[in-house]
């Protein structure tokens, strides 16, 4: 942990099909499965796949919202928060954006006091590209892009070290994207954060990260340098990913994995790919990949 502000280590999650046709069979969704990264400080660790790879799962994990399995957790940050992918649905429209702001920072240890709180939390709608004005409007009168704005800035008010990303920008237009992606640049380099940063476009992934971890069927399949990897792909989903012929949804896993998660869709697979599951190989410094044909 010396070089990482947080670390994940053979982390696994299921859950159990209680309800419908599978109930009887007591079957379960083998969400993550046995996902191992770190995220250096200061850094930005993108987890990038299509969706029901098991993504946002593990970034609930690790904040506490499900419990694992099995598997560790470890991390150096005083403080960690989530930023939600849709903020129309996470920002309560019946409050103020004051509100909004220090609902939780209101019940912590680090709760200065109403005017002092109103004081940040002005600055923070500053720091945002928005207004103090701001404070005493509601999400409704705002666009997309400015309540994803107001999500950052709740994020941020608490002062974490860590910020986790779950989809930020992929439901506004690309030149708002754009705005949302330099924000998260300039907050990192002024406030030293770092992110975990969860997205199924990896052209914009490659972008704002500096590591990649491609993930399949709740199984990192590859992972690289952000700077590099378009050059550099190995594993055949990462090379799908990046020529955008993807399905947008993982077939749900129903059963532990046997073989490479992969092999059901991949051109290359033979027995082996089906019967044995790869293991990491390094094929360059910060390279692996889990691939039998590599």
């Known amino acids: 942990m010396s070089e990482n502000i947080l670390e994940v280590k053979n982390l696994k999650k299921s859950f159990s099909l209680e309800a419908g046709f599978f109930a009887k069979n007591k079957k379960k ?27 946002t799962t593990t970034a609930r994990l ?24 849709d903020p129309s649905r996470s920002l309560n429209p019946r409050m103020t954006v004051y509100s909004i702001l220090t609902a939780a920072y209101r019940h912590s240890k680090k709760w200065p006091g109403v005017k002092i709180a109103r004081e940040e939390a002005g600055k923070l709608m500053e720091e945002v590209g928005l207004d ?13 892009g400015q309540r994803q704005r107001i999500s950052i800035a709740r994020g941020l008010i608490m002062k974490p070290e860590i910020l986790i990303c779950d989809e930020v920008v992929s439901a506004l237009d690309v030149s708002v994207q754009g705005q949302i992606l ?7 380099s ?6 975990l940063f969860i997205a199924h476009d990896l052209r914009v992934s490659c972008y704002f990260c500096d590591t990649i971890g491609v993930m399949y069927s709740g ?14 792909a190995l594993h055949p989903y990462t090379k799908l990913l990046f020529g955008g012929l993807i399905s947008n949804e993982v077939k749900t896993v129903l059963e532990e994995v046997k073989g490479c998660p992969f092999a059901h869709r991949c051109p290359h697979a033979d027995d082996v790919c089906l019967s044995r599951t790869p293991s990491w190989k390094l ?7 889990r691939c039998h044909k590599v």
């Open 182 to 188: 330099n924000l998260l640049q300039d907050l990192r």
């Open 132 to 144: 103090p004005s701001d404070l005493n409007r509601r999400p409704s009168e705002f666009s997309g």
């Open 190 to 195: 002024s406030r030293n954060l770092s992110f």
């Open 283 to 289: 094929v360059s410094e910060n390279h692996k990949v």
């Open 29 to 55: 969704v083998y969400a993550v499965n046995d996902v191992s990264f770190g995220i250096e400080r200061g850094k930005t660790y993108g987890l990038v796949g299509e969706s029901g790879c098991g993504k």
């Open 219 to 232: 199984m990192l399949v590859e992972e690289a340098p952000a700077a590099d990897l378009y050059k550099t």
């Open 62 to 85: 690790i904040v506490g919202m499900y419990k694992a399995d099995s598997g560790e957790i470890n991390t150096n940050a005083s403080l960690i928060k989530y930023i939600f992918q």
